[in-house]
């Protein structure tokens, strides 16, 4: 147990709609970062916020949007979906130095039909 | 840019065998961390090692070891004695330090591991 939480565990959505995926990080963690691991590849490094502003962010799309709150949950929101977005959403937190170590939550798997 | 090459998609072995993992990354940095996440089929990434690039030195953990070469870029983990518990996809990562963009971690394509009992 990470104390990493991800809600919902599971998502099922249609072409075109939009979707939030949300994150509670572990205790003293500032730091969140959000992975995408498509089925039988490693996760891609989507964003990364830090005291509720984005610190780095991968080769995704505007439409790959996130929120950071005062008590350090996140959000990751998608817009326009698309079937290629169906993925299982990985949230990781740090204590927010660069080179601490990254505990996974448990992840949402998104599924786009 | 950083890259992690797993080259091992899937191994099969049968209980208490041994087995090992490999891991070649490629990073222009002098300074940097390497991880290893083992992934079980519920989904969720477990920390299993992190290791810096000035510390050479191989580690041990129960049946787990590790061993980095600088030469030669790898960073390869050895399974001892191997239990059922064991099968799930284990992950090597590469995180840069001192870049704008955090510690954003690459990540290889994974090693599929499944111990038959």
């Known amino acids: 147990e990470t104390g990493v939480t991800q809600s919902p565990t599971h998502l099922i959505k249609t072409r075109g709609q939009q979707v939030t995926l949300r994150c509670s990080s572990q205790?003293?963690?500032?730091?969140v970062s959000w992975y995408q691991q498509a089925l039988g590849q490693g996760p891609q490094f989507i964003f990364q916020?830090?005291?509720?502003?984005?610190?780095g962010r991968g080769n995704f799309p505007p439409r790959f949007s996130g929120l950071q709150f005062p008590n350090y949950s996140s959000e990751l929101n998608v817009n326009a979906l698309e079937l290629d977005d169906s993925a299982l959403y990985l949230c990781a937190s740090t204590r927010g130095g660069r080179t601490d170590t990254q505990y996974f939550g448990p992840g949402t798997r998104l599924t786009v039909l | 840019a950083q890259k992690v090459t797993q080259a091992q998609t899937e191994i099969s072995v049968v209980e208490k065998e041994d087995v090992t993992l490999d891991c070649v990354y490629e990073?222009?940095?002098?300074?940097?961390?390497l991880f290893w996440y083992k992934q079980p089929p519920s989904g969720e990434l477990v920390f299993l090692i992190r290791r810096n690039s000035f510390d050479e030195q191989n580690e041990i953990s129960g049946r787990y070891s590790w061993n980095f070469q600088k030469s030669t870029s790898s960073f390869n983990f050895t399974i001892t004695a191997s239990q059922v518990v064991d099968s799930a996809v284990y992950f090597c990562?590469?995180?840069?330090?001192?870049?704008?963009?955090?510690?954003?971690?690459?990540f290889g394509g994974g090693t599929r591991v499944l111990v038959k009992p």
């Open positions: 990073t222009r940095d002098t300074t940097y961390y």
């Open positions: 916020y830090y005291r509720e502003e984005e610190n």
């Open positions: 990562a590469l995180s840069e330090a001192g870049k704008a963009a955090g510690n954003k971690l690459t």
């Open positions: 205790s003293g963690h500032n730091t």
